[in-house]
């Protein structure tokens, strides 16, 4: 068997490379898992901080991969990771905001103590709202890790946030969460009102002051929280989910779902991109120097030459199923994309 020599890629001319990116406020990518959501995102993030513009880019993927993807450690809370450029990153561990969440709002809380998120959407039993609402509602770590992300979204130090979401049945859970926790707050907020009521008629009877409505400023602040992210991602705007693909019918089929799912939620797909496309680089951008980089033999590797025509036709698929949204192609790279290096290269198939 014969050995293929690849040579790494060396050094990327920053000058070759598009800085800045064309895209709102808030960019997301979502899509199965593996298909190289991590790498868009800190591709997109880095091009976004090299023309000074402060950008966050932040995980909620429980499989954590930035700090492999920028190959420095990536802590939980926004940090900045380059001198030169204002990027910033996160990757969001849910227990642990779970667990930041617990007692937010006091012992003598609305909830009897619990974490406004943590009760309320049933943790480890179903929480006191369980018979209320019909049953255990979503995990409390994703509505945990949602609170967060709506934290840093609304963080005035960032002018851009780009998120690297779950896979996709997470991320649509997450998506679910603004809706449900609307009714759950509003039902709170009513009946705690409708109760306070009563016992202030009961006072009025017998006499002595109504202790101050306690809790319901919170809940309504977080209710606020919610309508503002639900807001946010609805408006094309401010916010491009870009779904992130690979050329082969299960992943057309995986995404086409996603497309259909986050369509019903009304939240707009500007941009899809399909990953590992067996082409050469020039095919997809003339801003870096594509001799360096090892493509696949399409005219004599029978292995290549079957591989492409799966890909072709997945391509032709997915050409008709997203048809008018904006599609950007990165090649199958020889090398395996971790580093500003490759990044920049990334970058620059996504401009």
């Known amino acids: 068997m014969s050995q293929i020599d690849v040579e790494p890629v060396e050094r990327i001319d920053e000058a070759d490379v598009p800085a800045g990116v064309e895209a709102p406020e808030y960019v997301l990518y979502g899509g199965k898992g593996g298909v190289g959501k991590t790498t868009m995102a800190a591709a997109t993030g880095l091009a976004s901080a090299r023309d000074g513009t402060r950008t966050l880019v932040v995980s909620t993927d429980p499989a ?3 700090s492999d993807t920028f190959e420095r450690d990536v802590p939980a809370e926004a940090t900045r990771i380059r001198e030169d450029v ?3 990153a996160a990757e969001i561990d849910p227990d642990a ?14 909830l009897d103590g619990e974490s406004p998120l943590g009760g309320l959407l049933g943790g480890e039993d179903d929480g006191p709202m ?10 409390a770590d994703e509505a945990a890790a949602m609170q967060k992300l709506i934290e840093f979204l609304d963080d005035d130090r960032f002018d851009r946030v780009v998120v690297d979401t779950a896979p996709t049945g997470h991320t649509l859970r997450l998506l679910e969460l603004p809706e449900i926790m609307d009714t759950v707050v ?3 907020v009513s009946l705690r009102q409708r109760l306070q009521g009563m016992m202030d008629g009961v006072k009025g009877v017998f006499g002595g002051e109504s202790a101050p409505e306690e809790g319901i400023d919170d809940l309504e ?9 639900r807001t946010t991602l609805r408006d094309p705007s401010r916010t491009d989910f870009r779904v992130v693909m690979i050329p ?3 992943s057309v089929f995986e995404s086409k779902r996603l497309l259909s799912q986050l369509d019903e939620f009304d939240i707009p797909v500007g941009t899809v991109v399909v990953n590992r496309v067996m082409e050469n680089l020039a095919d997809v951008t003339d801003a870096v120097d594509s001799s360096q980089f090892v493509t696949p033999n399409l005219e004599t590797c029978e292995f290549c030459q079957q591989r492409w025509q799966v890909q072709q036709r997945a391509l032709q698929e997915a050409q008709d199923v997203f048809r008018g949204h904006d599609i950007k192609r990165v090649p199958l ?12 290269v990334v970058a620059a198939c996504l401009d």
């Open 333 to 344: 790279f020889a090398d395996e994309v971790r580093g500003e290096e490759m990044l920049r």
């Open 130 to 139: 369980a018979s209320l609402l019909g049953g255990a509602m979503p995990g």
């Open 64 to 66: 954590h991969s930035l």
């Open 221 to 229: 602040a977080l209710k606020g929280q919610i309508e503002r992210l």
């Open 97 to 110: 905001a779970l667990e930041e969440q617990a007692g937010v709002f006091g012992d003598d809380g609305p």
């Open 186 to 188: 509003g039902r709170i």
């Open 248 to 250: 082969e019918e299960m």
């Open 86 to 88: 204002p990027l910033f």
